[in-house]
């Protein structure tokens, strides 16, 4: 059965202070791993997909990388607008199309 | 170009009744998953529909069922509704069966509370 962790679950930071959110997994063949940000009352919002080991993407301010048991969401100078509650999810061989999600890390960015 | 629409956005049913939740995906997607989101953890999935059949499902019991139309729409029925189904319900899309090159996107879901 496929598993997600992430840690922290809350996270509060200053503008301007960089950190890194966790997603540790545990799946039988990775076929992707999914990053999604949600904002309260609202649904996830697609980030990032990662595939295979070694893999970065990024999008401005967020930068995802991805090893064999983990991947992080490295957030650059954040700005209070990137409050929100970030999501990972994995996709393994044995899934079909079920996303495995972990519980989230919410973010609080104070100006 | 219209993303994933959820209606209603608001719902509050006593325990015993039946809900309907209705989703229309992402012009160009053919393939609806649900999940349910309860408060504080992530979501959970429920089942998916592909061709106007259910292809996959999670470990929900047999009063959760769905529907997906010829358009592509899809709807969530809960039947006996308990306490524990107050969540947000969510409906995803995306394009083909398999996910491997293509993201599910979300809708923005319905908040459903039971009394």
């Known amino acids: 059965e496929d598993q997600v962790t992430q840690s922290p679950e809350a996270l509060r930071l200053q ?19 999914f990053w999604y940000r949600q904002d309260p009352g609202k649904g996830p ?22 090893t064999k048991k983990e991947s992080f969401l490295h957030i650059t100078a954040p700005k209070p607008e990137d409050s929100a509650t970030y999501l990972c ?3 393994g061989e044995t899934s079909g199309s079920r996303l495995t999600f972990g519980e989230g890390t919410q973010l609080t960015v104070n100006p | 170009d219209a993303g994933v629409t959820q209606s209603p ?10 809900v309907t939740l209705r989703c229309s995906p992402k012009s160009g997607h053919d393939t609806v998953s649900w999940y349910q989101q ?25 009063r959760f069922s769905g529907h997906q139309f010829p358009n592509y729409s ?15 319900y969510l409906c995803a899309s995306s394009q083909g069966q398999v996910l491997d090159n293509q993201p599910q996107h979300f809708g923005d879901g319905t ?5």
């Open chain 1, 15 to 33: 503008e301007g202070e960089s950190s890194s959110l966790n997603c540790s997994y545990t799946v039988s063949g990775l076929r992707g791993l």
């Open chain 1, 45 to 66: 919002e697609f980030l990032f997909t990662l595939y295979s080991a070694g893999e970065e993407k990024e999008k401005e301010r967020l930068k995802a990388t991805l």
């Open chain 1, 89 to 91: 999810a994995v996709l």
């Open chain 2, 9 to 18: 956005t608001h719902l509050i049913k006593t325990r015993g009744q039946q």
């Open chain 2, 38 to 62: 309860a408060l504080g953890q992530g979501p959970q999935f429920i089942f998916q529909y592909y061709e106007e059949e259910e292809r996959q499902r999670g470990n929900f019991p047999d």
């Open chain 2, 74 to 88: 899809s709807e969530l029925n809960v039947n006996a509704l308990l306490l524990g189904d107050s969540a947000l």
């Open chain 2, 111 to 115: 908040r459903l509370s039971i009394l």
